[in-house]
């Protein structure tokens, strides 16, 4: 079992004014510096060639920009230079008192103890670990719960700037050898090391050039599959913009060179799928997924190790389970060749089903899928197995987390998990196992670890989970704070949840400064949960903070994911607009107050409705964001993206995409348009930084003479899409947004 450690985190950053409540002002020249600054700007000079265009289907398309796709260029360095150079100006002329009150306010707050929840392998427990300010989590191991933790992995002693982080890792199946995958710089690329537990030493095995892997092992401890991509696709530092395609399966055995490496399973006439492995737990099989993008859909394959003798020797003799893409298939569990598997086969909020892969049953020779957990009105999150037969399910009820036990055999439903409203977050347990540890978070609480012993607890109908341990943010009052969830009518009459985050003492007179953050993407649901970042801005500045659970994302099924993607991506614009008349029309704020944000995916969706409803908001921060939507599948992993947004060359979808593409549609409104500050990352090969660079650049250009609001972008240096970014460089990302925003509204701070 693969063990994830990668903190998918969402930078949220909120500008407010205080009433209701005794404040001081920071200074008053800072107000007069930012009335200063409500005038036209002088940009730098961007090369726009006109002459620049490329084929797109049938059509060409003009992009007098296109030169900024070089990020090795001396050009783009310079433009890089140019635009940091004006922003870090502005922030530093204008903002400099405010900048080191929020960033000194944010790192005492962020100096807590933080744990992760155990989880058991072999002989040890094992849980990561941060003092407070550590760069990144340190990995530590232990023989019994009681006993105090040694260090077993620290990132943080491998570079000097933090900048090297772990980001996944597995165990052999007796606990004996760890492997684990080290990125560098925030890139998606990794390299990929072994250690033996009991010595503590580094084993001999290196694999490079691994990216959107797999590390399972097989129960003989002799290897682990991983995946990787050809060696003629970019190098394997970040920068490269290449596409990454024709991935293939190897498997590695311990103590041999990877030039070594056994193919195990390749498709070269698809060379957008990716292939995961996963060995089954009683060793026996190896479950092959073939993922065509991001689309939350997989083919199936078997293969039987027992035909193999258990040596892995070349291609996988695999037995086609599911050979389409029109539903999901994740494994749970098998006995014998009765396998259990979580699926959306007509069952767009997902059921627990069943097959017998030694016959198959229908007129059509395929296998029937047996239903033993029906769908409910309520998504299923996921699931897992402990105590050989309990099935432990997680659904969202309206974004909340419900935990229900049920049995393998039978599907019968045991007993409801107590919870307090929230997210449970970091589940461990394995069916071996009788222990489940897990971690509920909340907009208000860092984290709540739990532990259920069912050698203890067989009477399920008094489970009773105990509290293992909690994570506690010195000088933070959660008190002082309100969480309210609200549901808003969209466009088409759709009934769209959000939550509201403010002080108890807010007076809803329509004249506070917010934040609204969107996502809306790729079947991902944005849950409660604790982001430090947001309490200077809650507590000090007494602002409103909502998350809009809009469309596309998997808050309410496959069908939620569905109605926000392809021919249906304006709903997500649509929803985040009338999330910001919701609380415009309600009081929290109003539209020289309102602030939009949001990261990836959610980058494009606030890019895109400031090109559409720019007399809503008065200013925005997309991260790393997709902003050219006709060329985002030629670089890096971004053709998996097309089932989400649809093939910008296709006939059908070419006008809508780029009717919503950011790039493309920058106009001088009628208003003035939005300050807008975008946040990207010289390494970031998951959404290129050209994006941003490109959008930047056009906005510039179409309203450097027509707007006063400053339209500036921030460009970090040795940082990616967001993953494993050192601490250091999180706070000092968010005090320059959270100043950017301050400088384009009042704002007063309360000690």
């Not at 492997?179 to 001999?204: H, M, R």
């Amino acid at each position: 079992m693969s063990i994830c450690i990668c903190r998918n985190y969402h930078k949220f950053l909120i500008c407010f004014r205080v009433y209701g409540f005794s404040s001081r002002q920071i200074s008053a020249s800072n107000y007069r510096c930012q009335k200063q600054y409500n005038k036209i700007m002088d940009y730098p000079k961007v090369r726009r060639d006109n002459s620049l265009t490329y084929k797109l289907g049938d059509k060409v398309i003009s992009d007098p920009y296109l030169w900024l796709e070089d990020p090795k260029s001396d050009e783009t360095k310079q433009f890089i230079e140019d635009e940091n150079k004006l922003t870090f100006s502005y922030l530093e002329s204008n903002g400099k008192q405010l900048r080191e009150l929020y960033k000194n306010r944010l790192t005492q707050l962020w100096d807590y103890e933080k744990f992760g929840s155990p989880f058991k392998e072999g002989d040890y427990y094992y849980y990561y670990h941060n003092t407070g300010l550590q760069n990144q989590y340190v990995l530590f191991k232990q023989k019994s719960l009681s006993e105090k933790g040694e260090v077993f992995i620290d990132p943080n002693t491998m570079s000097d700037d933090g900048t090297v982080s772990m980001e996944c890792l597995s165990f052999s199946e007796d606990g004996s050898i760890c492997v684990y995958a080290l990125s560098d710089c925030g890139s998606d690329w990794t390299t990929v090391y072994f250690k033996d537990v009991a010595s503590g030493k580094l084993l001999p095995d290196a694999l490079k050039r691994v990216k959107y892997s797999c590390l399972e092992w097989t129960h003989d401890h002799r290897g682990i599959f991983y995946n990787t991509y050809p060696e003629d696709q970019g190098e394997a530092s970040g920068v490269s913009t290449a596409k990454n395609v024709n991935q293939k399966l190897y498997y590695h055995v311990l103590g041999s060179d990877q030039k070594d490496d056994i193919l195990c399973y390749e498709d070269t006439d698809h060379p957008t799928w990716m292939i995961s492995a996963e060995i089954s737990h009683c060793g026996d099989f190896i479950i092959i997924t073939l993922h065509e993008g991001c689309e939350r859909s997989n083919q199936l394959l078997v293969c039987d190790l027992k035909d193999m003798n258990h040596r892995i020797s070349g291609i996988l003799p695999c037995r086609t389970i599911v050979g389409n893409f029109e539903h999901e298939y994740s494994y749970i569990t098998n006995n014998g060749s009765n396998f259990v598997f979580v699926t959306n086969l007509n069952s767009p909020n997902k059921k627990i089903a069943y097959i017998d892969i030694s016959n198959k049953k229908d007129d059509q020779g395929s296998y029937e899928f047996t239903d033993l957990i029906a769908e409910t009105e309520d998504a299923l999150r996921w699931v897992d197995i402990s105590d050989n037969n309990k099935l432990i399910l997680c659904y969202m009820k309206d974004v909340k987390s419900e935990i229900f036990i049920h049995d393998l055999e039978t599907g019968d439903r045991l007993c409801q998990i107590p919870l307090e409203v929230g997210s449970v977050v970091g589940c461990h347990t394995k069916r071996k196992q009788h222990e489940m540890f897990y971690k509920l978070v909340s907009f208000l609480t860092p984290g709540t670890m739990y532990r259920v012993d069912f050698s203890q607890q067989r009477d399920l109908s008094k489970l009773q989970p105990e509290v293992y341990r909690q994570n506690v943010v010195s000088g933070f009052d959660p008190q002082l704070l309100k969480v309210e969830q609200v549901f808003y009518k969209s466009k088409d009459g759709t009934r769209i949840p959000m939550f509201i985050v403010h002080r108890r003492d807010l007076i809803l007179d329509g004249s506070n400064p917010a934040l609204l953050y969107v996502y809306g993407g790729f079947n991902v649901s944005i849950t409660p949960g604790f982001r430090v970042t947001i309490i200077p801005w809650l507590v000090n500045m007494g602002g409103v903070y909502a998350v809009a659970n809009i469309r596309g994302g998997g808050e309410y099924g496959r069908k939620w994911r569905d109605a926000g993607s392809n021919l249906n991506k304006n709903n997500c614009f649509d929803d985040t607009e009338y999330a910001a008349k919701y609380l415009i029309d309600s009081g929290y704020t109003n539209s020289d107050r309102l602030f939009n944000e949001g990261g990836s995916n959610g980058g494009t969706v606030v890019a895109a409705t400031c090109n559409r409803a720019p007399h809503l908001f008065k200013g925005c921060v997309a991260h790393v964001g997709v902003m050219d939507m006709l060329r985002f599948n030629q670089f890096t992993i971004g053709g998996a993206w097309v089932t989400d947004y649809g093939d910008p060359a296709s006939e059908e979808l070419h006008d809508y995409i780029r009717n919503y593409s950011p790039l493309h549609n920058v106009r001088v409104p009628s208003c003035q348009y939005p300050a807008v500050l975008l946040v990207t990352g010289d390494h970031d090969d998951r959404v290129a930084p050209l994006h941003s660079f490109k959008y930047i650049a056009e906005l510039q250009h179409v309203l450097c003479d027509k707007s006063t609001n400053p339209l500036l972008i921030r460009i970090d240096v040795k940082a990616g899409h967001g993953f494993g970014k050192p601490t250091k460089k999180i706070i000092e990302e968010t005090s320059d947004c959270f100043t950017f925003i301050s400088l384009n509204a009042s704002i007063l701070w309360k000690d």
